[in-house]
């Protein structure tokens, strides 16, 4: 069965400072993974999307990694700012469904809380 | 904003009520999805329609019923609802089904009393 593990479930950290988000799966065969940002009261975002060859995307202060051997991915979060307090939610697409949304596996999300 | 609206925002029900979820996406896409996120769970995917026929349902409970008269428009028709089913209802759209990103519209948060 196809999952993806969240770590830490919640996390709190001051202003400034950086931070990493961690997201195991066991989906196969792999397709791509999305990283989204869900602020509270709204729906999810896409901040990177990643496939089998990349190893590292950035869109601005978030930088995500993938490593398709071991299966993991983090989301690395720099110089954090009080807005980037919200869920994060890694998404997993396997390629049976052409990368469709019967083939999206979800994370539960991180809830990020930065602390002025 | 991403181009994706639902209203209502918020909606608190009875379990022998009637109500409709409506989404409204203006980016011209084709494909256009309901997920039910709950606390503490990841978001569930309950249906999806692309160019208009439904191609996706995901078990889900006949008391929800969708209905997509155009690609723009998609509603969730509820009733006889259970308290089990409060929870955030979000509306995505993306071009194609496929592998497409898909666009987040706010949500709508249900309580069922």
């Known amino acids: 069965k196809n999952q993806v593990e969240q770590s830490p479930q919640s996390l709190i950290i001051l202003e400034g400072k950086n931070c990493t988000l961690q997201?195991?799966?066991?989906?196969?065969?792999?397709?791509?993974l999305r990283w989204y940002k869900q602020d509270t009261g709204r729906g999810p975002v896409s901040l990177t999307i990643?496939?089998?060859?990349?190893n590292t995307k950035s869109n601005g202060r978030y930088t995500a990694t993938l490593d398709a051997d071991t299966k993991q991915s983090s989301l690395h979060i720099t110089a954090s700012q009080l807005s980037d307090s919200a869920s994060y939610i890694c998404?997993?697409?396997?390629?049976?469904?052409?990368?469709?949304?019967?083939?999206?596996?979800f994370g539960k999300g991180t809830h990020l809380i930065i602390q002025p | 904003e991403t181009g994706v609206t639902q209203t209502p925002r918020h909606l608190v029900m009875g379990m022998t009520n009637k109500k409709s979820l409506k989404c409204e996406q203006h980016?011209?896409?084709?494909?256009m999805y309901w997920y039910k996120q709950s606390a503490k769970k990841p978001l569930e995917l309950m249906f999806v329609?692309?160019?208009?026929?439904?191609?996706e349902n995901n078990s889900v409970p006949s008391r929800f019923s969708p209905e997509c008269p155009n690609s723009s428009h998609l509603f969730l028709h509820l009733h006889t609802l259970q308290p089990e089913d409060s929870a955030l209802y979000l509306c995505?759209?993306?071009?194609?089904?496929?592998?497409?990103?898909?666009?987040f519209g706010p949500g709508t948060r249900l309580t069922v009393t």
């Open positions: 998404v997993v697409s396997d390629e049976y469904s052409g990368g469709g949304a019967d083939g999206l596996t």
């Open positions: 980016l011209g896409h084709n494909a």
């Open positions: 990643m496939t089998f060859s990349e």
């Open positions: 995505a759209s993306s071009p194609e089904t496929g592998r497409h990103e898909q666009y």
């Open positions: 997201c195991n799966y066991t989906v196969s065969p792999f397709s791509n």
């Open positions: 329609y692309n160019f208009k026929e439904q191609t």
